[in-house]
Nanobody
């Protein structure tokens, strides 16, 4: 089974930036979409951003213009650059590998998940 490992979370002040990284144990997702989801305490997991195998991207309205998703050419790593962070961005952020080739916002389309990395934005 493919393992996904996130890194880059932490504590940052409002207005600051973080760059999340996710590495896959194998080059399994080179032809598939990958994405980021987040889950705040007491809330459901929600979509953040996704990137398809050809580089097409989609973003949640709440992060559009503040976040950029990218992936490496080898297809086994995905990144999320987050700028102008807000306290409401505080959550555990999960990397996901999808069954689909195009970017997807649906958790049901994701076959692999990382353990998550905590992002805390202080006001």
């Amino acid at each position: 089974q493919v393992q996904l490992q996130e890194s880059g979370g932490g504590l940052v002040q409002a207005g600051g930036s973080l760059r999340l990284s996710c590495a896959a144990s194998r080059r399994t997702f080179s032809n598939n979409a990958m994405g980021w989801f987040r889950q705040a305490a007491g809330e459901d997991r929600e979509f953040v951003a996704a990137i398809g195998w050809k580089g097409g991207t989609t973003y949640a309205n709440s992060v559009k213009g503040r976040c950029t998703i990218s992936r490496d050419s080898a297809g086994n790593a995905v990144y999320l650059q987050m700028n102008s962070l807000k306290p409401e961005d505080t959550a555990v952020y999960y990397c996901a590998g999808a069954r689909t080739a195009v970017a997807t916002e649906q958790t049901a389309h994701c076959s692999s998940w990382g353990q998550g990395t905590q992002v805390t934005v202080s006001s």
